[in-house]
């Protein structure tokens, strides 16, 4: 079967200080990067024997995962499998990108946050334009607050027509229908990320087609429903894969909503939905 897992780990550590986000600036402790290490290690190892199935892999750390170098070997490691489609992270694109070389190009994809007043504005673009130049799939975004605009206005302009420029709404903020209209303007997509969409009761890939894994191996159908379908390592989770309409009121988050079967997201990014780029526009 085609199995698209979200594996999140216990890495909870990050390099940036961003208001936003509640994992800025924490440092994981020597015992807790090795923990992190060891699950992620397990997790690659069961994608590597797992040919049965055809896995497509999207890291969510909560923290900067392609500062550690676990991070950076299992996204190469993946890339080389044949019964792996694609293997994809999100990053603030703060470490590296040389290792990128020795990724299979076809599969690998990095979908890239810029984060403005944590890194410099030329530092970003420049490693931005590196992976283009290297053929490395990728998306770049920002989150919409006001204070963002300009810069998200300039990253527009110098990034290649080809690379998408999405637009997360931010938490908790309500958008006037002229805010909107300027984000959207650079994001066309931007409409989908401003409110979030009822969910309960319709039908939703996740649960079937796609699952959430954690560090020890649970399975949840996603990151924001918490009752458990097995283990992944056991192989108990796969009774539990079938369709199933979504619990919660409300979906707010694009790793969520955008498997919701109401919407035309699997066909906006028909190719790139685990690394937020959409098919090329006929």
Not at 29 to 46: K, Q, Y
Not at 198 to 214: F, I, M, N, Y
Request: charged residues 25%; hydrophobic residues 35%; aromatic residues 10%.
């Amino acid at each position: 079967m085609d199995l698209t897992l979200l594996y999140r780990g216990p890495l909870a550590s990050c390099d940036y200080d961003c208001p936003y986000c509640p994992f800025a600036k924490r440092r994981d402790s020597r015992t807790a990067l090795t923990a992190d290490r060891e699950a992620l290690e397990r997790f690659t190892a069961w994608a590597a024997g797992n040919t049965g199935d055809r896995l497509s892999v999207l890291f969510t750390p909560w923290g900067e995962g392609l500062v550690r170098s676990w991070y950076r070997r299992a996204l190469v490691e993946l890339s080389h499998l044949p019964h792996v489609r694609r293997v994809a992270i999100q990053t603030n694109l703060s470490g590296r990108t040389g290792w990128t070389a020795e990724a299979d190009p076809d599969r690998l994809a990095l979908w890239c946050t810029y984060h403005p007043g944590q890194t410099p504005y030329n530092r970003f673009l420049g490693k931005c334009r590196d992976l283009a130049a290297a053929g490395i799939r990728h998306s770049v975004g920002i989150v919409g607050m006001p204070e963002h605009l300009a810069e998200a206005r300039r990253l527009r302009e110098d990034l290649p027509e080809r690379v998408y420029l999405w637009v997360n709404a931010a938490e908790g903020r309500t958008y006037t229908d002229a805010e909107a209209d300027r984000w959207t303007a650079i994001d066309p997509l931007f409409p989908y990320s401003r409110h979030p969409h009822r969910s309960a009761g319709l039908p939703c890939r996740t649960g079937s087609s796609v699952v959430s894994v954690d560090g020890a191996g649970t399975v949840r159908r996603c990151h924001f429903v918490k009752a458990e379908l097995g283990n992944l390592y056991d192989g108990s989770y796969r009774a539990a894969l079938r369709p199933r309409p979504c619990p919660l009121a409300v979906c707010d988050c694009h790793i969520g909503y955008v498997h919701l079967e109401t919407l035309p997201l699997y066909d906006v990014f028909a190719g790139g939905v685990l690394e937020r780029v959409p098919a090329p526009r006929t």
